[in-house]
């Protein structure tokens, strides 16, 4: 069986963006693949952070990870097996400094950080795609599903397996190819033009876990016609409407709205009480297993410390092997 990776930094909540973009897809992908994913906090650090935060911020993901539909043996926190670090040194001998200073997302996140004038770059955040690859190959993945952004940390990972190889005369990592999935590009429903995300602020995001009355008075909000859309043409905010109807698999229950659209006689609200729906039912699952699952936190860190120590026996195992390789001393102790 061929082998997923693929990891998520813990930022607080979890919205609607990130679900259809990328978590369902990790869940579904649990039936065709062995698949392991990482809460990555050693990332978190790269960019000024609170302590006290970090820590909430990994549970609450594990947590959500859990509740949306990840399998708890799945999963693994990125400090509990700091292996990742060591070989993220290991190979910050054999990636090309040339190569890694033209990471755009350096690049994006220091400007950034010089915009908001913190004044301060930390090295970690020049080396954090070195740690990814190591994240990566430390597995032997054989695909990571990521989004088109990060193609080129994982062209990144392949160069540092090559050399690796080369200079070792081993085939011994396996190149890693990203696993392209079409997965809906989810738009804030305040203001279509830009993605849902949660540093534009509360409007612009629905949460997973939100309830009932949240989500209808969100949607009932959304932005549908600005009037600017070209005719004949459907405006951002319906088709972000329709796109999330068919993320939640309610667009063929609800085939009459498309005809409507067509015919030029769709309510709005029609719509927007269908999408409403399919969220509330949607998040009603995903709060009650929240609530099972915080209701017994202690069994839930104890799940997350075993399957950590199951995953971080192969890590260890890739270790010792690049010890070995390397010509660093392998002592057991
Ligand atoms: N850089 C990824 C992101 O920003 C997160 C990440 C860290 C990752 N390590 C990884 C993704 C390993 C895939 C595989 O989304």
């Known amino acids: 069986m061929k ?35 990482g809460v990555v906090d050693y990332h978190a650090m790269t960019m000024p952070y609170s302590p006290k935060k970090l820590r909430e911020n990994t549970w609450d993901l594990i947590i959500n990870l859990m509740a949306t539909g990840i399998k708890p043996e799945a999963l693994f926190v990125q400090s509990l ?13 054999f990636a090309s400094y040339g190569q890694v200073s033209r990471m755009t997302q350096f690049k994006d996140k220091s400007a950034q950080s010089e915009e908001k004038g913190e004044g301060f770059i930390s090295v970690g955040l020049y080396d954090y795609p070195v740690l990814q690859a190591a994240d990566i190959l430390i597995y032997r993945a054989d695909y990571v599903p990521v989004g088109k952004d990060q193609e080129q ?3 990144l990972s392949r160069n540092i397996a090559q050399r690796f190889n080369n200079q070792m005369g081993k085939e011994y990592f396996v190149l890693p190819e990203s ?8 738009r804030s429903t305040a203001d279509p033009s830009r993605k849902m995300s949660k540093s534009a602020g509360e409007k612009h995001y629905i949460n997973v876990f939100a309830e009932d009355a949240v989500i209808r008075k969100q949607v009932k909000s959304a932005v549908t016609d600005t009037g600017d859309t070209p005719a004949g043409e459907m405006s951002a905010g319906v088709a972000n409407l329709f796109e999330l109807l068919k993320a939640s698999g309610k667009l063929d229950a609800h085939q009459s709205l498309m005809e409507n659209y067509k015919s030029g006689s769709l309510r709005y609200v029609d719509l927007k009480e269908a999408v409403a729906d399919a969220l509330a039912d949607q998040s009603a699952i995903f709060r009650q297993r929240k609530a099972e699952l915080n209701a017994d936190k202690k069994a839930v860190k104890e799940m997350v410390k075993s399957s950590s120590e199951n995953i971080r026996k192969r890590a260890q195992e890739t270790i010792r092997e690049v010890k070995d390789l390397t010509g660093l001393l392998n002592v057991r102790f």
């Open 153 to 155: 940390h994982l062209e």
């Open 81 to 93: 097996i700091p292996e990742h670090v060591e070989l993220c040194w290991i190979f910050n001998c």
């Open 3 to 37: 082998r997923v990776l693929s990891c998520i930094q813990p930022t607080g909540d979890m919205h609607y963006g990130n679900y259809f973009g990328a978590v369902k897809n990790w869940v579904d992908l649990q039936e065709k693949y062995d698949c392991i994913y």
């Open 179 to 186: 696993l392209y999935t079409e997965t809906p590009n989810i």
